[in-house]
T-cell receptor
Framework: DAMVIQNPRYQVTQFGKPVTLSCSQTLNHNVMYWYQQKSSQAPKLLFHYYDKDFNNEADTPDNFQSRRPNTSFCFLDIRSPGLGDAAMYLC????????????FGPGTRLTVL | QQQVKQSPQSLIVQKGGISIINCAYENTAFDYFPWYQQFPGKGPALLIAIRPDVSEKKEGRFTISFNKSAKQFSLHIMDSQPGDSATYFCAASMVSNTGKLIFGQGTTLQVKP
């Protein structure tokens, strides 16, 4: 089945130790998003890509970076995770810039010790 | 202007009852209004969505009512079931822009058997 896949589903890292989360999609969608969702809060957009064009939200911390090496894959790098970065990280896709539906992956739960 | 306000924060309904969740927005440039259902530890799943050119959309037990002049929209869940117990997020976006979803704060619904 076509879908949005996130790996790993659970990630534990130590304070300050870099971590990479991955997202892949078999939908062949042009647009990919990374959202951060803290406990009992709504998802908040960090970045999005239209194809290879990268768009950073103004309030996304510099500690967060992203890479999209090809259409199918997108990575979220957290250079020096702090305790406040513990959250669910959600990847989403959208077919094109003018279609409306966004499809979310299952998320990666990040714990920072 | 980018905010979407959602109420109530939590809702308890008896099985078979009607669940109603309300959202209000300010930015008249929003042109897509989805509702997402999220179970604990899972990513949000698109439930139903509406564009501002219609006042109501129904899919099975789920109905969106949209009031453009009041800048409000609501989700009605008819014949609520225990399996509907989840967190519901309304959202809004400008499809022709980044498609960034602005989420409401979420409503935790509990349907009692």
């Amino acid at each position: 089945d076509a879908m949005v896949i996130q790996n790993p589903r659970y990630q534990v890292t130590q304070f300050g130790k870099p971590v990479t989360l991955s997202c892949s999609q078999t939908l062949n969608h042009n647009v990919m998003y990374w959202y951060q969702q803290k406990s009992s809060q709504a998802p908040k957009l960090l970045f999005h890509y239209y194809d290879k064009d990268f768009n950073n939200e103004a309030d996304t911390p510099d500690n967060f970076q992203s890479r999209r090496p090809n259409t199918s894959f997108c990575f979220l790098d957290i250079r020096s995770p702090g305790l406040g970065d513990a959250a669910m990280y959600l990847c989403a896709t959208r077919r094109t810039r003018v279609t409306d539906e966004q499809f979310f992956g299952p998320g990666t739960r990040l714990t920072v010790l | 202007q980018q905010q979407v306000k959602q109420s109530p924060q939590s809702l308890i309904v008896q099985k078979g009852g009607i669940s109603i969740i309300n959202c209000a927005y300010e930015n008249t440039a929003f042109d897509y209004f989805p509702w997402y259902q999220q179970f604990p530890g899972k990513g949000p799943a698109l439930l139903i969505a509406i564009r501002p050119d219609v006042s109501e959309k129904k899919e099975g037990r789920f109905t969106i009512s949209f009031n453009k002049s009041a800048k409000q929209f609501s989700l009605h869940i008819m014949d609520s079931q225990p399996g509907d117990s989840a967190t519901y997020f309304c959202a809004a976006s400008m499809v022709s822009n980044t498609g960034k979803l602005i989420f409401g704060q979420g409503t935790t619904l509990q349907v009692k058997p």
